[in-house]
């Protein structure tokens, strides 16, 4: 069951609503930045936040903007509920990764009249992972990860990213990379870090697994104002993605 309701206060998403999460158990409310125009045969861009964080933080000022500069080529952009930190998998508090790809996305296509075979998922940090993370269960013409939280071993996680060892070695995306390459299925790849991210060696080693993609090392930190500095011509990466799909 899905409700709609108006842009929160700060953020740039141009509406909202809400998904009664069966696989999670609770209502999560979604926001959604639409491009100019009818929305009907758009294709999808699934954004993910990070820890501690919002749809509406990451429904980023920067991001509609760039929305508005491609015009005809902009997708409808999903920013999708994370909880505080589910790192977008399925764990013991629910199914999140589920969730994602089963609810927020079909009710997104549903909603807006999109084209379902045109979907691409990226998110920042936490997000980062859990694009990175879902795009081994479905075909999805671009994945992206920005300054994307990734740790080589379970030892190295923040407490509640995992619930133990064994989620974390379901959920090693560095040693699924190295086992299968090819993990993606033939999606377009985009990694980007920051030159002061604590991530910077985790991204690189992801990065140089992936036979294809495309990887940014910029000046900057792990602040959600690194993704803005660069939103233009990462959207621009989704966009002609979609758009070749």
Partial sequence: MLGLGLAGCGSSASTHFTVESQ???RSLKQAVILPPGDTEGRPLLVLLHGRSSTPDDMARKSIADAVD??????PVVLLANGGNHSYYHDRRDGRWGSY????????????FHLDRK???IGGFSMGGFG???LARYRRFCAVGGHSAAMWRTGGETPQGAFDDAEDFERNDVIGLARSNPGLYHGARIWLDV???????????ELAGLLPGRRFRLWHGGHEITYFDDHAVEILRFYANALRDC
């Fill in 23 to 25: 696989l999670v158990g």
């Fill in 69 to 74: 500069k491609l015009g005809a080529d902009a």
């Fill in 100 to 111: 994602i790809l089963r609810e927020a996305i079909p009710a997104a296509i549903r909603r």
């Fill in 118 to 120: 045109r979907v691409a």
């Fill in 131 to 133: 694009a990175l993370d």
């Fill in 194 to 204: 920051g030159t002061d991210d604590p991530f910077m060696s985790a991204d690189t």
